[in-house]
């Protein structure tokens, strides 16, 4: 076992972890953040997508203890007060949710993107969102809420 500490959503936990478990492990299992979904375990779907220390990175690929001494965001983390994040608000506003198990990573993708270009073209809101996908193939309502969300000055 391992100690690591880690700052989830503004908050510090310390825990003894398996060298070998996943950061989604870690905080959907030993955290209570459900919120982050396990999709495909394999890096291809994205459904597992947070930010680590701002970046945006699928917590499947990185280990618990890697995440030792950093900060990660959830999609628990977005929202403020009870108040959605402005993201979650035009996902939610352009039914761009369809059956929502890709939602968490889409959005957290979204922010990133934005973070990095606040005002992308549709072509580049879909190169952007490329490293996630949704089974449902509701992305004309994805894009569309991610061009809602920058037009609102999301990021």
Known sequence: MTRVTVTVDGVQ??????PRLLLVQ???ENLGKTGTVIGCDT????????HLDGVSVKSCTVLAVQADGHEVTTIEGLAT????????????????LQCGY???GMIMSACALLNDNPDPSED?????LEGNLCRCTGYQNIVAAVQ???KAGAR
């Open 124 to 128: 580049e809101v879909r190169e952007g």
């Open 102 to 104: 890709c939602t968490p």
């Open 81 to 96: 007060d009870g108040e959605l994040h402005p993201m979650q608000a035009a996902f939610h506003e352009h039914h761009a």
């Open 26 to 28: 870690h905080l959907r």
């Open 148 to 150: 809602a969300a920058s």
């Open 43 to 50: 890096s291809n779907c994205g459904a597992c997508t947070v």
């Open 13 to 18: 936990y310390s825990d003894d972890v398996e």
